[in-house]
């Protein structure tokens, strides 16, 4: 069972990641997440809301980005970030640690996402990431 503990519509615009971001980590803190998860959701939070405004939705300001969090009956923090964008294949994304792509100074994000959080889903059409973290 998981309980809806917030619920937020913001512009897409960079100034939003950070703020966001920092009303996420707030919540998830008072739900009784560790200062290990909760630097793991910030850098998880801060890629995925940056993919959204910057690349799904292009900084176009009048689009907007839905963020929704629940907390699971087993303490599991789910945060779904939807964007208002066309969406993209995850699986086209280009490996990051492959030689070619090393020094490339972007393509990183969900790399890092997948790395600091327990699970990590996209929708079908792209446009919406699903991380989760225990406590």
Known sequence: MRKLISHEKIHSHVKEIHELTTRVLVMAEQHGFGEESLKDLRIALDEAIANAVIHGNSGDEARKILVRCYLHDDETLEIRIRDQGHGFDVSQLPDPTHDDNILNP??????????????????????????????
């Open 106 to 135: 972007h393509g990183r994000g969900v790399f890092l996402i997948r790395q600091y959080m327990d699970a990590v889903t996209f929708n079908h059409r792209g446009n919406e990431i699903r991380i989760w973290k225990r406590k």
